[in-house]
């Protein structure tokens, strides 16, 4: 490859990772949205899914083509594991806690899951945290702290907030676990086929939730409700797998993983912007101090 080839490959990578950083960032925008015409958590992520799953199937053809060899019942177990932890019970967990919270502490909360990997690895799986972590990890909460404080602030409903932080944080622990379980299966899978049986799963899982907890009748929803979680499906789920994926390929891990560091930022803006959430000194103090740990400790990990 040449030089310029090489450098437009690079700016290809760096503009599909910035358009994903943007779209996972806007989920929590489109959520809040759609709660203001009635829908429930559970209707609105079954719609999410809906919606998504004709792209997965398409992307587990495609992926099952090019691959080297069949799947086995363990594979297909581990996958179904991994859709219920990184997918399902962190998506749904997630819309629920943004009924109690603004969008831009939920994208902050969300942002931890690093932290939540690093403390999970050395509880089960005994690797060390140096104190440059430690000291990363206590800036990081204490950031998330600030955050709170400035939610209490402007809701003034303390059990609400609290609720709303400990179920989104649970979508936070959620996703370190799958990521925890991620590696050696995508190791020994492929990326490709991972990400697109598991979501398949996650979404089996949704619809399921949602006939289980919900009459048929609530799908009928107001326009806006529809078009909204189309519009997650596309430009916040299924766009964004894509587009970081891309990126990935172009410019490795390290650099797009950077990218990913915008997100608290971008839905801070957007949630100011379109929701009309109100930005504070210490909500932004809280979003540097949260960011500034994450990229420590990121560092340090791959270091």
Not at 75 to 98: R, T
Not at 195 to 204: I, K, L, M, P
Not at 274 to 291: N, P, S
Request: aromatic share 10%; net charge positive.
């Amino acid at each position: 490859m040449t030089g310029q080839a090489a450098g437009r490959a690079a700016a290809i990578g760096l503009t599909f990772a910035l358009i994903g950083a943007v779209g996972f960032s806007f989920k929590a925008i489109l959520v809040k949205l759609a709660y203001r015409h009635g829908v429930d958590a559970e209707t609105l992520l079954a719609l999410r899914m809906a919606f998504s799953l004709p792209f997965f199937l398409i992307m587990g053809v495609v992926a099952a083509r090019h691959a080297a060899a069949p799947l086995s019942g363990r594979d297909w177990g581990a996958m179904a594991a991994l859709g219920i932890f990184g997918y399902y019970l962190a998506s749904y967990l997630d819309f629920l806690g943004l009924a109690y919270i603004t969008a831009a502490l939920e994208r902050l909360i969300l942002f931890l899951y690093p932290t939540l990997v690093i403390v999970l690895s050395a509880l089960f799986l005994g690797k060390p945290i140096t104190r440059r972590m430690l000291l990363a990890l206590g800036l990081s909460y204490l950031g998330i702290g600030l955050a709170v404080g400035h939610d209490l602030q402007v809701s003034g409903e303390l059990g609400d907030v609290v609720l709303g932080c400990v179920l989104v944080f649970g979508s936070a622990l959620s996703y370190a676990l799958y990521l925890m379980g991620n590696g050696q299966v995508v190791g020994r899978l492929g990326s490709a086929r991972v990400t697109a049986y598991a979501s398949t799963f996650a979404c089996a899982f949704s619809l399921a939730q949602f006939f289980v907890m919900r009459p048929l009748a609530a799908l009928d929803q107001p326009w806006q409700v529809h078009g909204l979680a189309l519009a997650m499906a596309v430009f916040s789920t299924v766009g964004p797998v894509w587009m970081v994926s891309e990126a990935i390929r172009r410019l490795g891990a390290g650099p797009v993983s950077l990218t990913g560091t915008l997100g608290p930022v971008i839905t801070l803006f957007l949630g100011w912007l379109l929701l009309d959430e109100a930005i504070g000194v210490a909500q932004m103090a809280g979003t540097a101090m949260v960011i500034a740990g994450v990229v420590v400790m990121a560092r340090q990990r791959s270091a």
